[in-house]
Each structure stands twice: as C-alpha cells, then as structure tokens.
C-alpha cells in the first residue's frame, strides 16, 4: 500500500533521535524540534487497554520533558482519535502528503547540489525559513541526521544562494524537504527548480517516486506541487494535550 510505504520511507528520512515501539504504536524524539520527531504515531490495532497506553505514552514523553503529541495518520483507528478528542488533545497542523513518479531528466540549471549542509547552505535556509537562532542546535541534529543518499540543493542568482532544499532517497522514495526561498527572492521559479533538482537526484539514486509533506492551508505551495504533477497520498494532523505541562 503506497501510504504504508510513504510513511515508513519519511520515517527513515527523517529520523528521530529516539524511537521506542509500544506494540504497534511508535514513539519518537528529538529535542523538541519538528513535530514527527517528537510524537507519538498510533496504529491499529487499538490495544485492550488505551487508559493505560495513553499513561505510558504520557510518561514516556514527560520523562523527557516533552510535550504529550500524537500524530494521527490514516493507520489510525477513528475511535483512537475520537478518545484523544474527548480527552482534550486539539488538533493542530493539518497536513498532505503528495507524491509522484521521477525520472532521470536533464540538469537544471542555476541550482548548486551538495552530499553535505555546508556553512553557506545552512545559512541560506536559516534565513528562507526565519529560523531563530535559539532553534538552531536541534534544528542542524534533525537536518544532519538525515541519511544517505542526500542532497543538499540551492539555487543560485548572482552568485549567492537566495534559498535551499533537501532530499533524502530511502529505496523507491525520495522525501522532499525544508524548501524554502529567502523571501526577498520568491516568486522567480527558485522552488520549483530545486524540486526540480532533487527529482532528478532522486531518479540518479534509483527512487521511482517523490514525496513530501505541505501544510493544508499553504494554498500556494499545494498549487505549486500539483502544478509539478504531485497528488494527494494521504493527510495527517496532531493532537496536542491541553492540560498543564508537570
């Protein structure tokens, strides 16, 4: 099934600095950056005793001094959800994840490609992104944890880097993430020729598919991949727990 297949490539892609399995629930965690690594993915089937999932759950996370946060994807039994409703847990980031086929087409033009995040590159998205300094320690672990094949791509205009992307290949699947363009620069096809970039990159390291995951309501984002012949696989969201943090 592609989505089972989607979802354990990104795992892999993007990987966590702790997993644990809980039965067929995993949980992960990476000093509190990024959402994926730090939640919990429940799948069916649902155990006998959730009360006592969810208290494991619970203190596996504040062991850690992270927050309680579920990712509820379509592995998901709908009663899972429903409980976590009823006990408080808000949802928040809606999100698609798109594919499509790759293929080995010509180089593109005006985009730099690098095996590692060097000094410039790490700059160029620290801007494109507005990524605070205080986030930078956790958000370089997530970023340089990633696993080969990799690419590190940025476009170039007048000899400077004016945004960066990543690519990681997991077997058929190259995971598309952190573009971004600095925001002085949009809007002049950078994004598109770094996806561009990593299709091809992709394709050279034997994936047949891409995939990535967009916010719902990046509307023009969702436009740019579905002009690049991306389509809904599946949708995610979290949920998050209300209560104070002990």
């Known amino acids: ?24 629930w995993r949980l992960s965690a990476g000093d509190g950056f990024s ?24 203190k596996w996370y504040r ?23 009823d006990r408080g847990f808000s949802v928040e980031a809606p999100t698609l994840v798109m594919s499509r086929s790759v293929e080995i087409s010509e180089s593109v033009s005006g985009v ?36 080969s094949p990799r690419a590190f791509v940025a476009p170039v205009d007048g000899g400077r880097m004016v945004g960066a992307g990543l690519g990681v290949v997991v077997g058929d699947f190259v995971g598309v993430f952190e573009i971004a363009v600095r925001p002085r620069d949009r809007r002049r096809g ?15 390291e034997g994936a047949q598919h891409a995939f990535l995951q967009v916010l719902e309501d990046d509307d023009r984002a969702v436009a740019l991949h579905r002009a690049l012949g991306y389509e809904v696989s599946h949708r995610y969201w979290y949920r998050r727990d209300g209560s104070p943090f002990v």
């Open 63 to 85: 062991e850690r001094g992270l927050p309680v946060l579920y990712r509820i994807t379509p592995t998901c039994s709908p009663v899972i959800d429903a409980e976590l409703a």
């Open 190 to 204: 950078h994004a598109r020729r770094m996806m561009e970039a990593l299709h091809r990159f992709g394709a050279v």
């Open 1 to 24: 099934m592609i989505i089972d297949a989607i979802e354990r490539a990104a795992a892999l892609a993007w990987p966590a600095a702790e997993t644990m399995m809980l039965g067929s």
């Open 35 to 58: 959402r994926r690594r730090n939640s919990a993915v429940p799948a069916d089937p649902a155990p006998p005793d959730l009360d006592g999932r969810f208290r494991e759950v619970a």
């Open 112 to 147: 730099v490609s690098m095996p590692e995040a060097t000094e410039a590159w790490v700059r160029a998205e620290f801007e494109a992104l507005g990524v605070d300094e205080s986030l930078a320690r956790p958000w370089l672990a997530a970023v340089t944890s990633v696993p």
